[in-house]
């Protein structure tokens, strides 16, 4: 974690010094604070952990949520990591918050980890009741680059086959498209899935009496795969933030409320 407690204030790992004793802000045990060269700073439990909020926290997901931060601070925001919406169902900490100049705020959330439709629909829901604009970043993953080619200065994967959460995000971005996030090269991509079409073969056979049939012979939509272009890389510090608003829809698998969203637009051409 990136955020720890000491003497009842919130301190990141960046700013912190050794000495002082930090605690865990969800389950208040006592956590050390790493300083490597390498390694993004961070606040370590001692063991036996047991705390929720470490579950699924990898060193990934901790840098992406300082490389955000740094970028929206960079440009005059103010951003809080790991910060605590109360509203919030499970896991009440907002990977990045930032507020807009006019005091909006804009949830970040980097899914470096898959996670159920019924929870994303949850936590979406919360953050859309407490009037917070959110956006969701899935990571990528090397099947994106073992399965593709370079087209367009971009990226495209034929046969991808999306994360029920990606199809999720995908669909409550709309024609935003879906950011995602690159940990090894720390650089963002613009993606957007389309169907993706295969040729069911045609065969012939004859029933008795000799009448000749015919099945096959067709492309159809693959219900498995769909074919997923990305835009870029981007580096945080050259994307600006848009908010709009979507209405509630839903189809039998999904269920997408009325938000606020925050979109990435690049500021280079
Ligand atoms: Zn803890």
Not at 239 to 265: C, D, E, G, M, Q
Request: with cysteine.
């Amino acid at each position: 974690m990136l955020i720890a407690e000491s003497d009842g204030n919130r301190i990141d790992a960046f700013t912190a010094e050794r000495g002082p004793t930090y605690h865990c802000p969800k389950c208040r045990g006592e956590v050390v604070l790493k300083k490597g060269r390498k390694v993004v700073h961070h606040f370590a439990h001692k063991p036996p952990i047991t705390c929720t909020w470490v579950k699924g926290e990898t060193r990934a997901h901790m840098e992406s949520k300082v490389i955000v931060a740094a970028a929206l601070k960079e440009r005059g925001l103010r951003a809080e990591l790991e910060f605590v919406v109360n509203t919030l169902p499970g896991d009440r900490r907002a990977d990045v918050m930032a507020w807009s100049p006019k005091g909006l705020q804009i949830a970040f959330e980097l899914q470096h980890t898959p996670i159920g439709i019924d929870e994303i629909e949850r936590r979406a829901l919360s953050y859309a009741r407490a009037g917070i604009a959110q956006i969701w970043i899935p990571f990528l993953t090397s099947r994106v680059w073992d399965g593709g080619v370079p087209r367009h200065g971009g990226w495209f994967v034929e046969r991808y086959s999306p994360r029920h959460f990606e199809r999720w995000v995908h669909g409550f971005n709309g024609k935003n498209g879906m950011w995602m996030y690159d940990p090894n090269d720390k650089a963002f991509w613009l993606g957007r899935l389309t169907g993706h079409q295969t040729y069911v073969e045609e065969s012939t056979w004859f029933l008795e009496g000799g009448e000749e049939n015919y099945s096959g012979g067709f492309w159809k939509y693959s219900k498995r795969f769909k074919e997923l272009t990305l835009e870029g890389p981007f580096k945080a510090e050259d994307l600006l933030i848009a908010v709009s608003k979507r209405r509630a829809f839903s189809t039998s698998r999904y269920h997408w409320p009325a938000a606020r969203i925050a979109n990435l637009t690049p500021s280079k051409p």
